[in-house]
């Protein structure tokens, strides 16, 4: 007999991962363009990135006095964090994607955890599939799997792109697995909130909000001299910086992230394991017996409210850690060069403006994102069949479309004035000068056309081509790699000039940003009313 040799406990595992194998294969299907093309796209984007920096700085002496000035200025360090050997050419060439490149790749594997299964469980996909032979962790096993597959393809491609570019392997394959396991750790956390949240918009706010929280105490950990602090060493895009790829690497610190995965995954499963299908840690509260709501705005406002309220709050924190470092801005400037550079433009006022445009056109940025998810509502609401029953009460359609997508312009809208608003009282209140508050909150103001042409984008999509409403998302991923990376690979100005973030006017605001600013407000009108007219014309779609 073999009973004794495998045991209960191993013929109960083996059975709750049953399907394991075929629900891989159909995740991998499913996810086999998207996916794909983000790991190669990141990949690749590192590997020009390299190729486009590595003649730059031909002397040491160029890669020192580059290395001077990126950890001078609290902007790039606050953004991207140090430069801990000014000597190497690999750490000169990778800053801009060590940490912010970290913190993209971690938001796409969070989001494919929730979408294969938070996301799956919601649609009622699961339910149906688990009507045949699957076994209970099977979901979570094999989207763990994709992950982690997904994680090491992109670590192993990353460096032999860097590689390829002329950069050391031993500092590439360092970057490349930084990457790699930040994917890990945010894909094993998406698993995570998937657990906690009955939904999977819920579980990617929830997820978000851990990440932009890491990314805050990583930025904070940097800034303090000598830096990090212990601040960075809680985060995991800090221990992606403290693997110190190109800087003499320190492959110890590669258990940390391991040890993190290890533990969320772990947790992932003891949740699963003590819920029902369609269950979660954090129920959905039940609303009042007697309905209260005002028509279909009443109805948006419902469903969107709460998420709005945790922008907000996170933008008036973010916002006020970032305008108060607008005092220690000049004394980061250790390079004498930097200083002679910007005494002779203005003196250290002007790096204050520039420190807090760089800050503002990342806030605006943030926004649009949440002016994506907001606006895409409307396709959420569709295919899961809630706009059906909406649509057959006396709501007419473009009431319908401009209760949701009106909410995204006024969310964002508002997300912008708090931005502002927190930023402006940081910055005055660090450097005594009260006069400040009202020029950052208008030139933060001065984004929002901006903002509202990328949400605008959505509403296109959802009236046209409503399949491609996720589109968009790629869409301000490119905006943001051409913003920062457009300058650096000499691409053509109509090109960069494509991002309408590129074209909001910066502070200090002037009178000559009027004309931009009308622009992008009536590109944002003509792509919202064609988006519309497709809506009106169109059947409703699954």
């Not at 096993?141 to 590689?163: D, P, R």
């Not at 851990?210 to 060493?233: C, H, K, M, N, Q």
């Not at 709005?308 to 933008?315: R, T």
């Not at 000499?490 to 600013?517: C, I, K, N, Q, Y």
């Amino acid at each position: 007999s073999t009973t004794g040799t495998t045991g209960p406990g191993c013929a109960a595992m083996a059975d709750t991962n049953v399907g394991t194998g075929t629900l891989l294969r159909l995740a991998v299907r499913r996810d086999r363009v998207l996916l794909t093309s983000w790991v190669v796209g990141l990949a690749a984007t590192a590997g020009f990135s390299a190729a486009a920096t590595v003649d730059l700085y031909p002397t040491e002496e160029q890669r020192v006095a580059a290395a001077e000035t990126i950890n001078a200025s609290a902007a790039v360090v606050a953004l991207y964090g140090r430069i801990y050997d000014p000597t190497s050419l690999g750490a000169v060439s990778m800053i801009k994607l060590t940490a912010l490149g970290a913190a993209i790749v971690g938001i796409v594997m969070l989001f494919v955890a929730i979408r294969h299964t938070r996301a799956e469980e919601e649609a009622g996909r699961l339910e149906l599939l688990s009507g045949g032979r699957l076994g209970r962790l099977a979901p979570l096993t094999s989207t763990l799997l994709l992950i982690t597959g997904a994680s090491v393809a992109l670590a192993l491609l990353t460096a032999v792109a860097n590689t390829a570019a002329g950069l050391p392997f031993a500092g590439s394959l360092a970057f490349g697995l930084g990457w790699g396991l930040c994917a890990l750790v945010y894909g094993a956390l998406g698993a995570v909130t998937a657990q906690v949240s009955e939904t999977a918009r819920a579980a990617r706010g929830l997820g978000l909000t851990i990440l932009a929280i890491t990314y805050v105490l990583r930025a904070v950990g940097d800034l303090a001299e000598p830096g990090p602090s212990f601040l960075s060493w809680l985060s995991p895009i800090g221990w992606n910086q403290q693997l110190r790829a190109y800087s003499g690497e320190r492959w110890w610190v590669i258990a940390l992230p391991l040890l993190a995965t290890a533990l969320l995954m772990a947790l992932a499963y003891a949740l699963r394991s003590r819920r029902d299908l369609g269950a979660a840690l954090r129920a959905e509260r039940p609303g009042p017996a007697t309905g209260r709501l005002s028509g279909v705005v009443g109805l948006a406002w419902r469903l969107q409210g709460r998420v709005l309220l945790g922008w907000a709050v996170a933008f008036v924190l973010f916002g006020l850690i970032l305008g108060s470092l607008a005092s220690s801005v000049d004394k980061l400037l250790t390079s004498p060069a930097m200083k002679q550079f910007f005494e002779s433009i203005g003196g250290t006022a002007r790096l204050v403006d520039v420190f807090l445009a760089a800050e503002i056109a990342i806030i605006a940025a943030i926004a649009a994102a949440y002016g994506i998810s907001a606006a895409d509502r409307l396709r959420a609401e569709e295919v899961d069949g809630h706009a059906e029953p909406v649509l057959a009460t006396r709501a007419t359609r473009l009431r319908w479309a401009w209760s949701h997508y009106g909410i995204a312009l006024v969310g964002s809208g508002v997300l912008m004035l708090l931005a502002g608003l927190s930023i402006g009282i940081g910055a005055s209140a660090a450097l005594g000068d009260w006069s400040q508050l009202g020029r950052i909150v208008l030139a933060a103001l001065a984004q929002l056309p901006a903002v509202w042409v990328v949400t605008s984008l959505v509403l296109l999509a959802f009236g046209w081509a409503p399949r491609l409403t996720v589109a968009v998302w790629g869409l301000l991923a490119a905006f943001v790699v051409v913003g920062e990376f457009g300058p650096l690979w000499h691409l053509p100005e109509w090109v960069m000039d494509l991002s309408p973030l590129r074209h909001a006017p910066t502070l200090p605001v002037s009178s000559d940003g009027l004309l931009p600013v009308l622009l992008l407000l009536a590109a944002a009108v003509v792509i919202s009313a064609l988006g519309l007219l497709g809506w009106r014309r169109r059947d409703l779609v699954g």
